[in-house]
């Protein structure tokens, strides 16, 4: 099985309307982050959340952890043409573990 | 604002051949890492480096790669003899805090082994 996986995985919207995706995992983590690849690019971080917190904010970019349901959702609002990108959560166990990477969400808006 | 740089952009090569991708870390930074991500598929980890030595690796990163930090700046991953299903795209990342800290990645390398 696999770690952070995340779905759907494929989304495509509405510019102005809300995207939410969902990660889940498989063991117990330090953090869970968020990241945005932009086609063909590199990767952006957008947002770490610890495990001892349950959700956090950014600009439009809201996340919630549930380290009991081991699961985390990414929510876009107000999404603009500009958010259409592949977004992977990546968990940290402990110590000098590497991030482990989902397969990612794509998500179009469509303006 | 700092970021990570990496060149080249896209590397074609043939099958057998050695290379060598450069990244130029962000300068403050102390961690560094290397990743790949297959066409289509995940973002998969290869190795971390701290301290002038390699702190955890994955089974992917096998005697065929080697890394070093040449000098203070650059930090270099190299293929000694590259196959086929080494083709992929190739990120570096450094962080300042440890694996556990935000990554900054850099727009990676595209390898194309033929």
């Known amino acids: 099985s696999q770690q952070g996986e995340e779905d759907p995985q494929a989304l495509s919207i509405q510019e102005g309307e809300n995207a939410t995706m969902n990660c889940s995992y498989k063991?117990?983590?330090?953090?869970l982050q968020w990241y945005r690849q932009n086609s063909g690019r590199g990767l952006v971080h957008l947002i770490l959340i610890r495990s001892n917190e349950r959700e956090k904010h950014s600009g439009r970019l809201r996340v919630t952890l549930d380290t009991s349901k081991k699961s985390s959702s990414l929510l876009i609002t107000a999404s603009r043409a500009a958010d259409t990108a592949s977004y992977f959560c990546?968990?940290?166990?402990?110590?000098?573990?590497?991030?482990?990477f989902g397969k990612g969400t794509r998500l179009s808006v469509i303006a | 604002e700092p970021e990570v740089t990496q060149t080249p952009s896209h590397q074609v090569t043939q099958m057998g051949q050695e290379v060598i991708l450069r990244c130029v870390p962000i300068?403050?930074?102390?961690?560094f890492y290397w990743y790949r991500q297959i066409l289509g598929q995940k973002v998969e980890f290869l190795v971390s480096?701290?301290?002038?030595?390699?702190?955890?690796k994955s089974e992917i990163f096998d005697d065929q790669f080697s890394v070093e930090r040449p000098d203070g700046s650059n930090f270099t991953l190299k293929i000694r003899s590259t196959k086929l299903e080494d083709s992929a795209m190739y990120f570096c990342a450094s962080s300042d805090e440890g694996s556990s800290d935000e990554q900054y990645f850099g727009p990676g390398t595209r390898l194309t082994v033929t």
């Open positions: 990546a968990t940290h166990e402990s110590g000098n573990t590497p991030l482990v």
């Open positions: 480096f701290y301290n002038n030595e390699i702190s955890e």
């Open positions: 300068s403050n930074h102390l961690y």
């Open positions: 063991t117990s983590i330090n953090n």
